[in-house]
């Protein structure tokens, strides 16, 4: 039988006068002692963050896959409780759907807990918060991003102290929920169990103190400004239509109808234009049934819903953006992304006082503010810019750079430095 193979020296145990010794014979550099082989670190592992919004697929949210497509120090898990028919999340983005009900059925018990202020009455039933703990805590995640207030109540519960959570909130989340009691009662048991708040209008921020904000932060949405800044600002020849374009939904808060008036009145006073409307919203049978009654003087094109892409090529061929956004049933804009779209086309902006519009249109500079509402202050606006071409184009051209400052990436990079903060305080 052969002996064992010799295996590898014991290692030997270095005292403090030894090492001296080997420090004192090494070599020494004029300057000092050799420098030390620096070794490449491992990359460090990307944080995962679960994103939650209500239903995913929405053409009104752009933004939130922007985001997700931005970021680049996490790793994004979409959560949500419904997926938008014939919509499908991007390849290697991964996509979870809650097992559970986003919120209650709606019964007079129901009506009757808003009323009385209940808490319980504005969030998922205990089956509904189960199935999003189970879904979030399941995904190995090392922090939430809530899109809206009306999901960081269901979030926050759920998970409790085991993970932070980032709530962005918008427009409708804080503005027009918060009319009902039960909901103001959720917000303010919410807030200071957030590691922090990203606003995308200053006047959220303002609508959340008085509910107990913590740590925030003034966070637009805002716009791929490359994208829509590619082609060149806008010119309009002698004698050609003024190009009149609007995007979003066609519905009451986003005010086509009063915008349809308004534009009547540009035919009245002698102005040759057109107006092209991108989106789609419960208000399109009516507007379609207004214009077949009383046809306006110009073209109007109504185009359905696009894409960025699509929107962009639209916007480099017009001439002025128009929204007329409106304060309906307590709701008002919260930021405003097409109108970022189309001040980096490099359009002057044409749009209501209202809500997020405010941080955004700077009047006389990179456009006109109107009153909501204010038909005939509109139209005004809209003859304004189509009978001073200097002017249009002067606005058009600090329209544009005004943008840039609503960059989407950059914005992005802004959220995700929070999202890691609240990572990093928690291991802390």
């Known amino acids: 039988m052969s002996a064992p193979a010799p295996g590898p020296p014991a290692p030997r145990r270095e005292t403090n006068a030894a090492r001296q010794r080997e420090t004192n014979a090494a070599p020494q550099r004029e300057n000092g002692p050799a420098p030390r082989r620096k070794t490449n670190p491992a990359p460090k592992p990307k944080k995962r963050i679960g994103v939650v919004l209500t239903e995913l697929g929405l053409t ?51 009506r009757l807990g808003w009323r009385l202020g209940l808490t319980a009455s504005v969030l998922s039933p205990p089956g509904g918060r189960e199935a999003m703990r189970r879904a979030l805590l399941a995904a190995d995640l090392d922090g939430v991003l809530a899109h809206f207030a009306w999901n960081a109540m269901r979030v926050v519960p759920a998970v409790g102290d085991r993970l932070p959570v980032v709530c962005q909130v918008h427009g409708r989340d804080v503005s027009k929920f918060l009319e009902n009691r039960a909901y103001r009662r959720a917000l303010r048991r919410t807030l200071p169990r957030l590691a922090h708040v990203a606003a995308v209008g200053s006047a959220q921020i303002e609508r959340l103190r008085p509910y107990g904000l913590g740590a925030h932060s003034l966070i637009p949405c805002g716009a791929p400004f490359d994208a829509f800044a590619a082609a060149p600002i806008p010119q309009r020849a002698a004698g050609e239509p003024l190009r009149l374009v609007s995007v979003g939904r066609l519905s009451a808060e986003k005010g086509v109808m009063q915008t349809l008036e308004a534009f009547r009145r540009l035919g009245a006073a002698g102005i040759e234009a057109e107006w092209s409307l991108a989106g789609d919203g419960e208000l399109a049978g009516a507007l379609d049934a207004a214009l077949a009654a009383d046809p306006p003087p110009g073209a109007v094109h109504r185009l359905g819903p696009l894409d960025g892409a699509q929107v962009a090529r639209l916007l480099a061929g017009c001439h002025v953006f128009v ?28 749009a209501s006082a209202s809500g997020g519009i405010l941080d955004q249109v700077r009047d ?38 005004v943008a840039r400052g609503f960059d989407a990436a950059a914005l992005t990079a802004r959220l995700e430095a929070r999202l890691l903060d609240a990572v990093g305080a928690r291991a802390a």
Do not use: C, K, Y
């Open 364 to 401: 006389g500079e990179n456009g006109l503010l109107h009153a909501e509402d204010d038909v005939a202050a509109q139209a005004e606006a809209m003859i304004r810019l189509a009978r001073d071409e200097p002017l249009r184009r002067r606005m058009g051209a600090r329209a544009r750079e």
């Open 323 to 350: 929204q007329h956004s409106r304060t309906v049933a307590g709701w008002n804009e919260g930021f405003g992304v097409s109108i970022a779209e189309g001040g980096a086309a490099g359009l002057p902006l044409v």
């Open 60 to 110: 009104s949210e752009v933004w939130a896959m922007r985001q997700i497509e931005g970021f680049e120090a996490v790793e994004p898990v979409l959560f949500g409780w419904s997926l938008r028919e014939g919509w499908s999340p991007p390849a290697g983005l991964e996509t979870h759907l809650f097992d559970g009900p986003f919120a209650r059925a709606v019964t007079p018990r129901l």
